[in-house]
């Protein structure tokens, strides 16, 4: 009988469990956990403070998960050493294993700013703990600093905006959600964030912090009672880099998810794996490619035959009503679509749909999203057509045939 | 296992099946009192123009990417039948994203809903099918692909 171990108890180990299983029905699994929960959906976390879910319903897989798919899960331990048959915790014992998933996730990053350690009230906003640690201190008057205005820092705001007395975020970037959206879009956003009550410090960074204040790099100060880092996060890619394995941002993974190691495979927020959009390697630190990424692990760990090379970046997030979506790249030529208060931007470069941002009209994105996932030639479908309202309609009768008259 | 199939040549665009949709999901006996002077929001949808039309809805895909998406876990197949949890959904329209047909809208209420093909409400059967006046979408077995 197969032994696997998985070192994370996040997405990427509920994919690759759930992979393994569509081969190997009797392998034996060992999921190794540091946090001290039931696979929970990490994302979710802003949705709990916000009151729009609970811990119950936070759980990504039911109560029976674990027994149902025949696994054992050591909680409260770390993975220190992997070696190709083994994995070490940090109590010493070592478990055994014929193939090993490393899906450790990512930490935040905490840049080194001086002071930081007088400030009494401070946490990250990553995990199940730091939600809940944040949420005991939040009070009506509370006055919060965000440090970040990405997905983390902006999603943390939400969260907690009818909980507290006061929002400000700062950021090194001169826009909100620099990794997802241009200047425009940017704009839009931080406008309809401003409006609701959060204020921004953008292009400026805390130089010094002294208990309750910041001391910001433009000369102002910040009083604040909390303090939430969300500047950025780090791939945890330790256990592959000490044993020797490939390792640039995050664990070198190839399409079949496995790493330069015999026998050890890698997904998830700590993986760097195939970006079909640019034609390389990078961090994808997404949810949707953690659970596929992990589930083709899984599967080829089985013995099973299963790649992953259509990865993009895309997200949709939606913030105090205001929904956006965004994918692929924005290097090519851009097209846009304005309403009042809507905007639907393209990139279209050789031909082809390359990227897309969508701020308040999100209708039927999916059909954009896998036009650059399949690289459809734009001379072939009514694009043009599709930029107000995203239709099937733009596809030859033919490929509608296939669509809905098949099974696919 | 059966799904919803199109036969678009016969589809006259009268987009009775997002009515029958939303009356047969609104759990309400009475057709005019649960629909009359509302904004409907049904599970399946009429593309098209003038002279070519079509209802869209959930494909049930064999490899549902809605399903590895969903940041809540909230989407399932169970015996073939993609479902929503939809007190698990947080309404962050990531099925949105990345459904390839466009099938997927959220409810009134900003979370998700989809076709569950009507296994689990009153009609037992898709309702979208048995009231298209020219069998222009068929509920039937059409063979699943290794």
């Known amino acids: 009988m197969k032994k696997y171990v998985i070192i994370g108890n996040g997405t990427a180990a509920v994919g690759c469990i759930e992979g393994i299983r569509s081969i190997d029905k009797t392998g034996e699994i060992t999921v190794i956990s540091e946090e001290n929960h039931h696979v929970y959906s990490r994302p979710l976390i802003s949705y709990y403070l916000e009151n729009k879910t609970d811990l119950e319903h936070m759980k990504y897989r039911d109560d029976s998960f674990y027994k149902d798919n025949g696994c054992r899960v050591i909680y409260g331990k770390k993975a220190v050493k992997i070696s190709r048959t083994s994995v070490t915790l940090d109590d010493k014992t070592a478990i055994k294993g014929d193939k090993i998933l490393v899906a450790t996730g990512s930490r935040p990053f905490v840049p080194p700013i001086a002071g930081l350690d007088t400030v009494e009230k401070k946490f990250g906003f990553m995990t199940l703990d730091d939600a809940l640690t944040l949420e005991k201190v939040l009070s009506k008057d509370s006055r919060v600093l965000i440090v970040g205005a990405g997905l983390i820092g902006l999603k943390c705001a939400e969260g907690i905006r009818d909980r507290v007395g006061s929002i400000t975020v700062c950021d090194l970037a001169d826009r909100v959600l620099s990794s997802i959206l241009d200047n425009d879009c940017a704009a839009i956003v931080q406008k309809h964030l401003e409006k609701n009550g959060i204020k921004f410090m953008l292009g400026d960074t805390v130089e010094r912090l002294d208990g309750n204040k910041a001391f910001m790099k433009n000369g102002s100060e910040v009083n604040f009672d909390i303090l939430v880092m969300a500047v950025g996060v780090r791939a945890n890619s330790e256990p592959v880099k000490t044993a020797g394995g490939e390792v640039n941002r995050g664990i070198i993974v190839n399409s079949k998810m496995e790493t330069s190691l015999p026998h050890i495979y890698a997904a998830g927020d700590c993986a760097e794996g195939f970006d079909a959009s640019i034609g390389k390697n990078r961090v994808l630190a997404i949810l949707p490619n953690a659970y596929i990424g992990g589930h083709t692990a899984g599967v080829n760990m089985a013995g099973g035959d299963s790649v992953f090379d259509n990865a993009i970046p895309m997200n949709s997030i939606g913030f105090l009503g205001l929904h956006i979506m965004s994918a692929g790249n924005y290097s090519g030529v851009c097209s846009e679509e304005k309403t009042d208060n809507t905007l639907k931007r393209f990139f279209t470069k050789d031909g082809k749909l390359c990227g897309f941002i969508l701020i308040g009209a999100t209708e039927r994105a999916g059909i954009y999203t896998a036009l650059i996932r399949d690289k459809t030639p734009l001379k072939t479908i009514d694009f043009d057509l599709t930029k107000k309202v995203a239709s099937n309609f733009i596809f030859s009768k033919k490929i509608r045939g296939k669509k809905f008259g098949g099974v696919v | ?146």
């Not at chain 2, 949808?45 to 876990?73: L, Y």
């Open chain 2, 1 to 146: 296992m059966k799904r919803v199939y199109v036969n678009e040549e016969w589809c006259l665009g009268c987009h009775l099946c997002e009515y029958n949709c939303a009356f047969a999901n609104s759990g309400l006996k009475d057709m005019a009192f649960a629909l009359k002077d509302k904004k409907i929001f049904p599970r399946i949808h009429i593309e098209g123009d003038n002279k070519i039309s079509f209802a869209v809805s959930c494909r049930h895909c064999t490899d549902p990417i809605c399903v590895k998406s969903c940041i809540a876990g909230a989407i399932s197949k169970v015996d073939g039948v993609v479902k929503i949890d939809r007190n698990k959904c947080v309404g962050c329209l990531t099925c949105v994203l990345v459904c390839p047909y466009g099938a997927l809208a959220p409810a009134e209420d900003g979370i998700m809903q989809k076709c569950e093909l009507c296994l689990h409400n009153s009609c037992g059967a898709p309702a979208c099918v048995a009231g298209c006046p020219n069998k222009a979408i068929v509920y039937e077995e059409r063979g699943e692909e290794k």
